[in-house]
């Protein structure tokens, strides 16, 4: 067949991919029931070639990791059910075995892109001999994907191979608009290589194999040719790997890529906008349900991502990295603007005063508007109430619980962030740092912080089967 597509916009060529500063991806280990000294030593051994370090840097120069010991209880367990595709690898066996896991081994990496086929080439093999010792399953935190011994054997093998093929590195995520009859894919795990997530928005039904094509064969280039820019040229025969070109048969023109926020990761990873102004010349040979997928309804996020940044080990706190990831939602991670960052309408002199909208560069100590005063109330009114029982309680199984507070930052400016609550006594919580500071140096995503229960913004609880409550104040601050 033949098809033109223009998919276009000045916007596209306006803003030019983000520098991808590292490679991030992280790996979960679930025991069964509980981590041996023995096991946990013996992954230590064999993660001993990248360096341990308590917190990853902002852009690793060498290999590096963090590694920690987590209870369950803290960490939730994965909804198999509602991951769908992504727990296509885990057996009747392993389920079992999840069931009674007790405890993680979570362990995050970074390293830059032109040494991370070395830093692969250590830490999968070494999952591998920890979950045929006696794991349950292993996860992938940067896709969201589960895995028992015999599946990741298989996927530890492609994730190390001499020439990668990088669609073993991502899933594609497809969120359909019911009003719109229109669907929106976007691949999560990229980061992993050190590589922008991609995403095609829009796209009729009938699109959809050959756009999944076009985005599978755009993020092998994007790794042989060592980056993705705002134009390339795509085409089989610019791919050098053969089974990749094999699934680009018949794409020829030019992908423009910009800058975008993504829909999917716990982070805020690298992503980019494509359009197309080219042509499909044959029916693709990996139509998308060749892909790891997730298919939502209504532009919700999937129940279980990624992302990549799991809680820092407990009691002895281990920053963990922001990893694409993952199959569980987590709050968006980009600089949270206080509430004194929304614009404030100002009268000029008479006679005729007219509302100006003043700039906020930062966040500052300025006072609420009584409407987000009033939301907020009511919001925190619920975390002290029904939503400390829970917790008090016990959240159910793959449950997340996440705060909003203030952090001092630069020139006297508070810069609020979420936090993924691990305990909560008394007025104080302790977590895990998940938004990524703009203004607050001396912090990072993945940081254990402790927060004042006087001082949260608001809460967002997320539950196992992707639904959520809280997090009413951000109408006002968008």
């Not at 980056?227 to 795509?234: A, D, E, G, T």
């Amino acid at each position: 067949m033949s098809l033109l597509i223009l998919a276009v916009a000045t916007a596209v060529q306006a803003a030019p991919p983000a520098f991808v500063p590292d490679a991030r991806l992280g790996l979960a280990l679930y025991c069964a029931p509980t981590c041996s000294d023995e096991g946990i030593q013996a992954l230590e051994d064999a993660l001993a070639p990248i360096p341990s370090r308590r917190r990853l840097p902002r852009a690793a120069a060498q290999p590096v990791r963090t590694m920690g010991l987590v209870m369950v209880e803290d960490f939730g367990l994965p909804h198999l059910e509602t991951l769908g595709a992504l727990a296509d690898g885990v057996g009747p066996d392993a389920v079992a075995s999840l069931e009674s896991s007790q405890e993680v081994l979570v362990v995050s990496f970074a390293a830059p892109r032109e040494r991370i086929t070395e830093l692969n080439a250590v830490a999968y093999p070494a999952f591998l001999a920890a979950i045929q010792a006696g794991g349950a399953v292993v996860e992938d935190l940067t896709t969201g994907r589960i895995f028992d011994a015999d599946a990741f054997a298989d996927q530890a093998a492609l994730l190390t191979a001499a020439s990668l093929d990088t669609s073993a590195f991502f899933v594609l995520q497809a969120t359909g608009d019911q009003d719109e009859d229109s669907t929106d894919l976007e691949t999560v795990g990229l980061r992993a290589l050190g590589l922008h997530d991609i995403r095609a928005e829009s796209l009729a039904e009938d699109q959809l194999d050959d756009w999944a094509a076009l985005i599978n064969a755009l993020a092998q280039l994007s790794w042989e040719q060592g980056s993705l820019q705002s134009r390339m040229f795509v085409t089989e025969s610019a791919i050098q790997l053969e089974d990749a070109r094999l699934r680009a048969v018949g794409i020829e023109g030019t992908v423009y890529a910009r800058s975008a926020s993504s829909t999917w990761s716990t982070s805020a990873d690298p992503l980019v906008v494509i359009g197309f102004d080219g042509r499909f010349d044959a029916p693709p040979a990996f139509p998308l349900d060749s892909y790891p997928t997730a298919q939502l309804e209504g532009g919700e996020a999937e129940p279980e991502p990624v992302p990549v940044a799991e809680p820092a080990p407990i009691p002895e706190p281990v920053a963990e990295p922001v990893p694409p990831t993952v199959p569980e939602p987590v709050p968006p991670l980009v600089p949270e603007p206080t509430p004194a960052a929304i614009p404030q309408a100002q009268p000029e002199p008479p006679p005729a005063p007219v509302p100006v909208a003043q700039p906020a560069p930062a966040p500052s100590h300025a006072p609420l508007p009584p409407t987000l005063i009033e939301t907020q109330t009511r919001s925190l009114a619920r975390l002290d109430s029904e939503v400390r029982q829970a917790w008090d309680a016990g959240l159910p199984s793959g449950d997340r619980l996440y705060v909003k507070a203030p952090f001092d930052g630069d020139q006297g400016a508070l810069e609020y962030l979420w936090v993924q609550v691990v305990s909560w006594s008394g007025g104080a919580i302790a977590g895990v740092l998940r938004s990524e500071p703009s203004w607050v140096p001396k912090l990072a995503a993945g940081d254990v912080v402790e927060v004042d229960q006087a001082v949260v913004f608001d809460y967002l609880w997320r539950h196992a089967d992707g639904s959520s409550e809280g997090n009413l104040t951000e109408a006002f601050l968008d």
